[in-house]
Each structure stands twice: as structure tokens, then as C-alpha cells.
């Protein structure tokens, strides 16, 4: 009896390593081929915010290319229009912004899968103007009575100004259809550098988003539809 228990085990382990080698030579044998091309697409958050917002419009493309397996080249342009009515202050900023960067794809796909969660960073540049339409002055006087408003005129216009900032974006980008994709991101920003209207502030700077008193951080929520143009792909 033991002899015939050892014989089986010796003819099991035999035919399990046999199988295993073929196994592993089918596995070696299959090779499938991933894409490198460039993707664009369009921010869809902004024309939905245009359509939902009446003081908003706005408009973002965004493109990628990929150079190896697991880092892009990104870029971002736009332009942003804002009105903001406050109990003492109305104003509008309206400019364009470009933003540069990389992506690292963290994400270890399936065979035939190429989908994103990836870290990136951006610089971010922005060129824009500001218009003051109105203010409101404060007067601790009760004298006077109400507080005087008083109108921007041409002194409330200011041009020439600009931003530059260092975004990080943590995302997700999942392929919807062939070549289609789908992205989400969020973006922490810091101010690096701006130029400010005189004897008055950048509330609002395009690309960044809102600029809060003695807080140089913005954050954002982007979300995207892409398409793939496959230029080459490699064998894997």
C-alpha cells in the first residue's frame, strides 16, 4: 500500500510539474501590445458650471502624452470669466491660464487595461484682468447715514496682471470605450508669484480659483472626457 501511495504521489507530482511548465510557456507565449499616443479632451465642469452659474464662464482642455510606461507629459489650457456680488463689493475677473506638468500612473493594469490613479504636479500661469464695478466705503460715522457706494469707473479697471502657482493633482482616468476615457482630479495649489491691481487685491485669478486674505492655497475638482490618438504601441 505504501509503495502504491508513493508511486501515485511521484506520478501526481510529475504530471502537476508538467502542466505548470506548459502553463508557464502559455503564459509566456502571450503578448499583447500597450498604446502610446497623445490624449485630449475637455474639462466638462466648466461648460456645466456656465450653464448652471449666470456669473460664471469658463472652458478647459486638457491633453496628455505618454513616454514611457508609467509617466505622461500633461498639459491644461482655459479661460475663466467670474463675477462676484458681495454685501460690499462687486467685481469681475476674467483672463486665460496654461498649466504644464507630468503624471505618474500608480495603477498596475490587467493585460489589455490601461486606466489611471496617478500623482501629478502642474505650473500653472495665468494672465488676466480685474474690474472693480462698485464698493461699498465704510463710514463709522452715523452722521452720514448710509454707507456710500461708489462706482469703479475707469480707475476700477485693471489689466496686465498675472499668477503663477505649483499645482499637485491626485486622479483617476478609466477607459469608458476604446480610446475613450473618463477622468476625476483634485488640485491643491499654492501661490508662487502674482502681479495685484493697485491699492486693490487678485480675489479671483483664473486657473487657481479663489484667492482667500493671507492664504496662498486653492484647491479644485476637474472632471474630463478624452480620447486616445494611438500613434505606436509595444509589445509586452
Known amino acids: 500500500m505504501s509503495k502504491y501511495i508513493i508511486s501515485s504521489f511521484l506520478l501526481f507530482s510529475i504530471v502537476l510539474t508538467f502542466g505548470q511548465e506548459k502553463t508557464d510557456e502559455i503564459k509566456d507565449s502571450i503578448v499583447y501590445k500597450e498604446r502610446y499616443g497623445l490624449r ?7 461648460p456645466i458650471r456656465s450653464i448652471l452659474e449666470e456669473s460664471y464662464t469658463g472652458l478647459k482642455f486638457v ?4 513616454i514611457s510606461k508609467r509617466f505622461y507629459i500633461a498639459g491644461e489650457i482655459g479661460s475663466e470669466e467670474k463675477s462676484v456680488v458681495e454685501n460690499n463689493l462687486d467685481f469681475t475677473t476674467k483672463g486665460a491660464y496654461l498649466k504644464l ?12 487595461m490601461e486606466n489611471m490613479i496617478y500623482v501629478g504636479i502642474r505650473y500653472g500661469v495665468s494672465s488676466h484682468e480685474q474690474t472693480l464695478n ?12 448710509e454707507p456710500v457706494v461708489a ?21 483617476v482616468k478609466a477607459e469608458l470605450l476604446r480610446n475613450l476615457y473618463m477622468g476625476i482630479n483634485l ?5 508662487m508669484s ?3 491691481p493697485e491699492n486693490f487685491d487678485n480675489l479671483f485669478i483664473p486657473g487657481f480659483n479663489k484667492v482667500l486674505d493671507d492664504n ?11 480620447y486616445q490618438i494611438p500613434l505606436y504601441t509595444k509589445r509586452k
Open 151 to 171: 462706482e469703479g469707473g475707469e480707475n476700477g479697471n485693471f489689466t496686465g496682471l498675472k499668477a503663477q502657482w505649483i499645482e499637485f493633482q491626485l486622479g
Open 216 to 226: 496662498n492655497i486653492g484647491v479644485g475638482l476637474g472632471y474630463s472626457i478624452m
Open 101 to 112: 506638468g507630468a503624471d505618474y500612473n500608480t495603477y498596475r493594469n490587467w493585460a489589455g
Open 134 to 145: 462698485s464698493y461699498t466705503i465704510y463710514n463709522t460715522s452715523q452722521y452720514w447715514g
Open 187 to 191: 488640485q491643491l495649489k499654492r501661490l
Open 63 to 66: 491633453a496628455d502624452y505618454r
Open 194 to 196: 502674482e502681479v495685484r
Open 40 to 46: 485630449v479632451g475637455m474639462d466638462i465642469s466648466k
